[in-house]
C-alpha cells in the first residue's frame, strides 16, 4: 500500500522515523490532486504554496529533534464554506464566486496551529444545501468508488478527497446528514460531533441551530485526532460549549463487552436495501460477539424528522441567507434601475434553484399567519424527537442503524425529484435535530461493489463511547483498509 493510501497514524509514524518528509508527502498528494481533480471535481480551489509552506515547518522541527504535533504533515481539505484567509470563500455558490476571505474559521486557525498542511477548499452543495454535490454551481463531485454514482452531499468533495486518496483527511458541515451520509457513500469515516462542541465561527451558516463542523478519516483512530484538534471551547461562538474534550484517542482501545446496543426499528424496515439491511444485521452479529447485548429499539416520532427538518433547516436558511444581497460583498447584478432591482437580480441570477427553493420553503414558514402553524409546530415537534431519542438511550448506550437506506445512486437520477433526494437523510437528521453525536464507517460493499455505511449515535456529550464502540467494531470488520481503484491511479 503506498503512503497516500495508509492513515494518518501510519504517516505520522513514517514522518517521525524520518522514513518520509512531510515536504514529499504534501508533494505527493499535491500530484495526486493534479491528476485525479478534473475528473473527479473534489476541489473548488487549491493551497499548494500554502501548504508546502506548513510542510517545510514541519520537517524543520523534526530535523531539530522537536515533538511534531500528531497531525502535523498531514495533508488536509477544508469543505469550501469555512473561511480561512486570503483563500476564496465560496460555499460553491456565484453570489460568492471571487469573495476572499479576511480571516481564519477557527477550524482553520487549530489546523494551523497543528501544522497541517491544508491543500484546498473542498467542492460542496451549493450553501450545504443537497444531499448528492450535484448542486454546486461549479462541477459536481463524482464518487471515486464509481465516477457515474454521486459522492453523497453536502460535503461530497471533502469525503470523495480522502476516499480516492488526494488527501489524508478533510473538514465537512453536517446539518441533516452532510458529513455522514458522503462518508458512507464514499467508503470513508465521518463523524458530527455533539452540537457545541466544536467552533462554527467562520462557517457560513445555513442553519445555525442544526449546523456542526466535523472530520472525515479513513479510521476511527485518525478521525478522533481530528476532532481532538478542531474542538473546544471557542468564546467567538455564542453556542460553542464550556467543556474539556479529553484525550479520546488515547481511550479507544477499551474493551466494549457488556455495551449495550439498540437497532433503530423504523429504519431497518421497508425501503432499506437488501444489502444494506445484512451489512447492518452483520455489524449487530459481530457486535454481540464482542460481548454486548442488541435489542430493537423504536423511535416512534422518528417518521416526523424529515418534516420537522425542512421546516426549521429553510426557516433558518432563509434568514442567515438573507445578508447575500450584493450590497457589501459578492455578486452584484449589473443594469438594475433602483436598489429593489438590485436585490431581486442579484439574488435571483446569484443563488442556484434548490437554494432559491429552500429560502422560499423558508420564508414562507416564518411569514405572518403561517409562523405558528409551521415553524412554532415544527420546534414543539422537534422537542418531542429529542425526548423521544433521551428515553430510547436510557435502555441502551448507542445506537444503530444503516447511514443511508441504499448506497451511492446514479448521477442525475433524482436530481428533478428534490422529494425523493430529501428522504436520503431520512436516516441522519434526527441527530442533528437533537444535537447528538453521530458518525457513519464503513461495514460492508453491496453487489455491485459500492460501499455501505453504518450509522452509531450516543447521547449528547458521549462521544468517548460512541468511537469506543465504533473502533471496536472497526478492528473486527477491517472494510477500513479498502481503497477504491482511483488510490493506485499514478
Same mark, same amino acid.
Request: proline share 3%.
Given at each position: 500500500?503506498?503512503?497516500?493510501?495508509?492513515?494518518? =497514524?501510519?504517516q505520522?509514524?513514517?514522518?517521525?522515523?524520518?522514513?518520509?518528509?512531510?515536504?514529499?508527502?504534501?508533494?505527493?498528494?499535491?500530484?495526486?490532486?493534479?491528476?485525479?481533480?478534473?475528473?473527479?471535481? &473534489?476541489?473548488?480551489?487549491?493551497?499548494?504554496?500554502?501548504?508546502?509552506e506548513?510542510?517545510?515547518?514541519?520537517?524543520?522541527?523534526?530535523?531539530?529533534?522537536e515533538?511534531?504535533?500528531? /497531525?502535523?504533515?498531514?495533508?488536509?481539505?477544508? +469543505?469550501?464554506? $469555512?473561511?480561512?484567509?486570503?483563500? +476564496?470563500? *465560496?460555499?460553491?455558490? =456565484?453570489?460568492?464566486?471571487?469573495?476572499?476571505?479576511?480571516?481564519?474559521? *477557527?477550524?482553520?486557525?487549530?489546523?494551523?496551529?497543528?501544522?497541517? @498542511?491544508? /491543500?484546498? +477548499?473542498?467542492?460542496?452543495?451549493?450553501?450545504? $444545501?443537497?444531499?448528492?454535490?450535484?448542486?454546486?454551481?461549479?462541477?459536481?463531485?463524482?464518487?471515486p468508488?464509481?465516477?457515474?454514482?454521486?459522492?453523497?452531499? #453536502?460535503?461530497?468533495?471533502?469525503?470523495?478527497?480522502?476516499?480516492?486518496?488526494?488527501?489524508?483527511?478533510s473538514?465537512g #458541515?453536517?446539518?441533516?446528514g452532510?458529513?455522514?451520509?458522503? !462518508?458512507?457513500?464514499c467508503?470513508?469515516?465521518?463523524?458530527?460531533?455533539?452540537?457545541?462542541?466544536? #467552533?462554527?465561527?467562520? /462557517?457560513?451558516?445555513?442553519?445555525?441551530?442544526?449546523?456542526?463542523?466535523?472530520?472525515?478519516?479513513?479510521?476511527?483512530?485518525?478521525?478522533?485526532?481530528?476532532?481532538?484538534?478542531?474542538?473546544?471551547?471557542?468564546?467567538?461562538?455564542?453556542?460553542?460549549?464550556?467543556?474539556?474534550?479529553?484525550?479520546?484517542?488515547?481511550?479507544?482501545?477499551?474493551?466494549?463487552?457488556?455495551?449495550?446496543i439498540?437497532?433503530?426499528?423504523?429504519?431497518?424496515?421497508?425501503?432499506i436495501?437488501?444489502?444494506?439491511?445484512?451489512?447492518?444485521?452483520?455489524?449487530?452479529?459481530?457486535y454481540? +460477539?464482542?460481548?454486548?447485548?442488541?435489542?430493537?429499539?423504536?423511535?416512534?416520532? /422518528?417518521?416526523?424528522?424529515?418534516?420537522?427538518?425542512?421546516?426549521?433547516?429553510?426557516?433558518?436558511?432563509?434568514?442567515?441567507?438573507?445578508?447575500?444581497?450584493?450590497?457589501?460583498?459578492? %455578486?452584484?447584478?449589473?443594469?438594475?434601475?433602483?436598489?429593489?432591482?438590485?436585490?431581486?437580480?442579484?439574488?435571483?441570477?446569484?443563488?442556484?434553484?434548490?437554494v =432559491?427553493?429552500?429560502?422560499?420553503?423558508?420564508?414562507?414558514?416564518?411569514?405572518?399567519?403561517?409562523y405558528?402553524?409551521y415553524?412554532?409546530?415544527?420546534?414543539?415537534?422537534?422537542r418531542?424527537?429529542?425526548?423521544?431519542?433521551?428515553?430510547?438511550?436510557?435502555?441502551?448506550?448507542?445506537?444503530?442503524? @444503516? *447511514?443511508?437506506? *441504499?448506497t451511492?445512486?446514479?448521477?442525475?437520477?433524482?436530481?428533478?425529484n @428534490?422529494?425523493?433526494? %430529501?428522504?436520503?437523510?431520512?436516516?441522519?437528521?434526527f441527530?442533528?435535530?437533537?444535537?447528538?453525536?453521530?458518525?457513519?464507517?464503513?461495514?460492508?460493499?453491496?453487489?455491485?461493489? $459500492? @460501499?455501505?455505511?453504518?450509522?452509531?449515535? &450516543?447521547?449528547?456529550?458521549?462521544?468517548?463511547?460512541?468511537?469506543?464502540? !465504533?473502533? &471496536?467494531?472497526? =478492528?473486527?470488520?477491517?472494510?477500513?483498509?479498502?481503497?477504491?481503484?482511483?488510490c493506485?491511479?499514478?
Open positions: 500500500m503506498e503512503l497516500l493510501e495508509k492513515t494518518a =497514524k501510519e505520522h509514524e513514517a514522518l517521525v522515523n524520518k522514513e518520509i518528509s512531510a515536504e514529499e508527502l504534501t508533494k505527493a498528494s499535491i500530484e495526486k490532486i493534479e491528476k485525479l481533480d478534473k475528473t473527479l471535481g &473534489a476541489f473548488n480551489s487549491v493551497t499548494f504554496d500554502k501548504a508546502l506548513t510542510a517545510k515547518k514541519v520537517d524543520e522541527k523534526i530535523a531539530k529533534g515533538e511534531i504535533p500528531y /497531525l502535523a504533515g498531514i495533508p488536509c481539505a477544508l +469543505k469550501d464554506n $469555512m473561511n480561512m484567509k486570503d483563500t +476564496k470563500t *465560496t460555499c460553491s455558490s =456565484k453570489i460568492l464566486e471571487n469573495f476572499v476571505s479576511p480571516y481564519d474559521a *477557527t477550524v482553520a486557525v487549530k489546523l494551523k496551529e497543528n501544522l497541517v @498542511p491544508i /491543500l484546498g +477548499k473542498a467542492n460542496l452543495d451549493e450553501f450545504a $444545501m443537497g444531499s448528492s454535490n450535484e448542486n454546486s454551481a461549479f462541477n459536481i463531485v463524482r464518487n468508488y464509481n465516477l457515474n454514482k454521486v459522492p453523497g452531499g #453536502s460535503s461530497g468533495g471533502s469525503a470523495a478527497s480522502v476516499s480516492s486518496c488526494e488527501v489524508t483527511l473538514l #458541515s453536517d446539518t441533516g452532510s458529513i455522514r451520509l458522503p !462518508a458512507s457513500f467508503g470513508i469515516t465521518g463523524f458530527k460531533p455533539t452540537y457545541g462542541r466544536v #467552533s462554527r465561527y467562520g /462557517l457560513v451558516a445555513f442553519a445555525s441551530s442544526l449546523d456542526q463542523i466535523g472530520p472525515f478519516g479513513r479510521s476511527i483512530e485518525d478521525v478522533a485526532h481530528l476532532y481532538e484538534a478542531i474542538a473546544g471551547y471557542d468564546e467567538k461562538d455564542s453556542t460553542s460549549l464550556k467543556m474539556e474534550v479529553g484525550n479520546i484517542s488515547s481511550n479507544l482501545d477499551k474493551d466494549i463487552k457488556g455495551l449495550k439498540g437497532i433503530i426499528k423504523e429504519l431497518m424496515a421497508e425501503g436495501e437488501d444489502d444494506v439491511k445484512s451489512a447492518v444485521e452483520n455489524a449487530a452479529k459481530t454481540e +460477539k464482542l460481548g454486548c447485548t442488541v435489542e430493537e429499539i423504536s423511535l416512534p416520532l /422518528l417518521k416526523h424528522s424529515i418534516g420537522v427538518y425542512y421546516i426549521v433547516a429553510t426557516a433558518e436558511a432563509s434568514s442567515n441567507l438573507a445578508r447575500f444581497d450584493g450590497v457589501k460583498y459578492g %455578486y452584484r447584478a449589473q443594469n438594475c434601475e433602483n436598489l429593489l432591482d438590485m436585490y431581486c437580480k442579484t439574488r435571483s441570477q446569484g443563488f442556484g434553484s434548490e =432559491k427553493r429552500r429560502i422560499m420553503l423558508g420564508t414562507y414558514a416564518l411569514s405572518s399567519g403561517y405558528d402553524a415553524y412554532k409546530k415544527a420546534q414543539q415537534l422537534r418531542l424527537i429529542a425526548n423521544d431519542y433521551n428515553e430510547a438511550l436510557k435502555k441502551v448506550d448507542i445506537l444503530i442503524c @444503516p *447511514t443511508c437506506p *441504499t451511492a445512486f446514479d448521477l442525475n437520477s433524482r436530481a428533478d @428534490p422529494l425523493a433526494m %430529501y428522504l436520503t437523510d431520512i436516516a441522519t437528521i441527530a442533528n435535530l437533537t444535537g447528538a453525536p453521530a458518525l457513519s464507517m464503513p461495514v460492508g460493499f453491496d453487489k455491485g461493489g $459500492m @460501499p455501505i455505511g453504518l450509522q452509531i449515535t &450516543a447521547g449528547t456529550l458521549n462521544e468517548l463511547t460512541l468511537l469506543q464502540s !465504533a473502533y &471496536a467494531l472497526e =478492528k473486527v470488520l477491517g472494510v477500513n483498509n479498502q481503497r477504491p481503484d482511483m493506485a491511479v499514478k
